[in-house]
């Protein structure tokens, strides 16, 4: 059957679904969306959707019923990075001979440039977002898209030869990608995390290492020589030329970090290449992102002095170790994107203070361990919020850790971490858990941080003011 005649599927209503409609109105692909929100109804979802494709796509809610023969219906399906590749859905429209794709997939078969593509647990929003940063002062044309909540198929449509996408990838994303090819793609690191969908550590790691899959000895993978795995796959299965960054031990050559400086090596010789008190990001987590940033663009043939001048330019990205103000001599930050335990390790290590942490949030099945032994005395008070707030309090104590406080809500949370804090310490907002079931995502909880820090600094002046 002429695929022209057949509709797409287009699998959820956000931010990727909206993209994935915006490309298929510009192909002039005709769509039906499916939202599986039962609790929303056909017209809630189309007047939900932006102007401009509100009534493109036929509107579908609820639980799929396809008949017997979907193939018949659909040329192929895109879905949301929320629904898994085992879901029902997936496997039903797989069996009767649906391609399922995810969105970056869908996109990246209309790109005309080149892509670059940052994975891993921890760390790839501030490197793809200082990346982007680096090859949009040296060159037009760059679009940064993906996980970093810009969606890549809604502008893949602005891509010409000369382009560079630059995308932060997930691991939901990667799931159901087949075609994906770029020219630079980095894999930061492989920590436990998502499991309640991946299962295992090595289903988690496998899907990570997808992003190379299409490599070749043309292209450029950059990756994290502390990480075994990544070792591993560097050294024995990754199909395009590796570049090394690494905190620990030494590569022969590539990149090397300390909490000190960025060190290029190459030819047996270290080479400094930026020094910690030149950047505004704070801490060795931050440090190992300029360097795989770093890596990236200079395969992308970036100068080096473009390079220097965009790393030290470049401020902390929202909610991960970012400075939200200080009031009576306390210090607040929010790593409110610390939504696994091994991402609040960098957090927790960043801090110079003694500390009063807000942590927990949704179960990923996660455990806790390595991230309370990183406290290392810091913790002066634990503030629990969310539904593994026993698990954590659980491993805290077994760790020596007893001063712990459990709240209902978010700002009763707050509030008593204003009472526990005194001059000299910082409140910091590390969840390693994710948001879901108290916060719609982790840029809200974020946010409600942030504005609880202006009030209190609004306060604190009103206060100045009045004396």
């Known amino acids: 059957?002429?695929?022209?005649?057949?509709?797409?599927?287009?699998?959820?209503?956000?931010?990727?679904?909206?993209?994935?409609?915006?490309?298929?109105?510009?192909?002039?692909?005709?769509?039906?969306?499916?939202?599986?929100d039962k609790n929303k109804t056909p017209e809630d979802v189309r007047l939900s959707l932006p102007e401009d494709i509100r009534d493109y796509a036929a509107v579908m809610t609820g639980d799929a019923d396809f008949g017997k023969e979907p193939d018949e219906l659909f040329s192929y399906a895109v879905i949301s990075p929320a629904v898994p590749a085992d879901?029902?859905?997936?496997?039903?429209?797989?069996?009767?001979?649906?391609?399922?794709?995810?969105?970056?997939?869908?996109?990246?078969?209309?790109?005309?440039?080149?892509?670059?593509?940052?994975?891993?647990?921890?760390?790839?929003?501030?490197?793809?977002?200082?990346?982007?940063?680096?090859?949009?002062?040296?060159?037009?044309g760059v679009h940064i898209v993906g996980n970093i909540g810009n969606a890549y198929a809604g502008e893949v449509i602005r891509s010409d030869k000369d382009s560079v996408s630059v995308a932060e990838i997930s691991s939901f994303q990667l799931e159901c990608c087949s075609q994906f090819h770029p020219v630079v793609s980095a894999i930061l690191?492989?920590?436990p995390d998502h499991l309640n969908r991946h299962y295992t550590m090595d289903n988690y790691a496998a899907i990570k290492?997808?992003?190379?899959?299409?490599?070749?000895?043309?292209?450029?993978?950059?990756?994290?020589?502390?990480?075994?795995?990544?070792?591993?796959?560097?050294?024995?299965?990754?199909?395009?030329?590796v570049v090394w960054f690494s905190s620990g031990e030494e590569p022969e050559s590539g990149f090397y970090v300390t909490e000190?400086?960025?060190?290029?090596?190459?030819?047996?010789?270290?080479?400094?290449?930026?020094?910690?008190?030149?950047?505004?990001?704070?801490?060795?987590?931050?440090?190992?992102?300029?360097?795989?940033?770093?890596?990236v663009c200079e395969a992308m043939g970036v100068p080096d002095e473009i390079m220097i001048r965009e790393?030290?330019?470049?401020?902390?990205?929202?909610?991960?170790?970012?400075?939200?103000?200080?009031v009576s001599g306390v210090r607040y930050y929010n790593d409110s994107k610390a939504t696994n335990p091994d991402a609040a390790?960098?957090?927790?290590?960043?801090?110079?203070?003694?500390?009063?942490?807000?942590?927990?949030?949704?179960?990923?099945?996660?455990?806790?361990?390595?991230?309370?032994?990183?406290?290392?005395?810091?913790?002066?008070?634990?503030?629990?919020?969310g539904e593994t707030a026993g698990a954590i309090a659980e491993c805290a104590k077994a760790h020596g850790i007893d001063n712990i406080h459990f709240y209902e809500t978010f700002d009763e949370c707050l509030k008593a971490c204003t009472e526990a804090a005194s001059d000299g310490d910082c409140v910091l907002l590390s969840p390693a858990c994710a948001s879901w079931g108290m916060f719609p995502n982790y840029e809200v909880r974020g946010r409600m941080f942030k504005e609880y820090v202006q009030s209190l600094m609004k306060g604190d002046r009103e206060e100045e003011t009045d004396a």
């Open 260 to 295: 000190d400086a960025v060190y290029r090596i190459a030819d047996g010789e270290r080479k400094q290449i930026i020094r910690a008190d030149e950047v505004q990001l704070v801490g060795l987590c931050n440090m190992e992102n300029i360097a795989a940033a770093y890596a």
């Open 1 to 36: 059957m002429d695929m022209s005649e057949k509709k797409v599927l287009v699998v959820g209503a956000g931010r990727s679904g909206i993209g994935a409609l915006r490309l298929l109105k510009y192909k002039n692909e005709p769509a039906v969306l499916l939202e599986q």
């Open 345 to 385: 390790i960098w957090g927790i290590r960043a801090m110079k203070w003694p500390t009063v942490l807000i942590a927990s949030g949704y179960n990923k099945n996660n455990t806790y361990d390595e991230w309370i032994e990183a406290f290392d005395g810091k913790v002066k008070a634990l503030m629990l919020i």
């Open 311 to 326: 790393i030290r330019s470049f401020a902390p990205v929202e909610h991960r170790i970012e400075y939200s103000g200080t």
């Open 209 to 241: 290492m997808r992003i190379a899959m299409n490599q070749t000895k043309d292209d450029t993978c950059v990756l994290n020589y502390n990480d075994p795995r990544l070792r591993k796959f560097g050294e024995q299965d990754c199909p395009a030329k």
């Open 189 to 191: 690191n492989i920590t």
């Open 87 to 140: 879901s029902q859905l997936c496997l039903k429209l797989k069996e009767r001979g649906v391609e399922v794709l995810s969105e970056i997939e869908l996109a990246y078969r209309s790109e005309k440039g080149r892509v670059i593509a940052i994975t891993g647990t921890n760390g790839k929003t501030t490197t793809t977002s200082l990346a982007g940063a680096v090859m949009s002062a040296y060159q037009e």
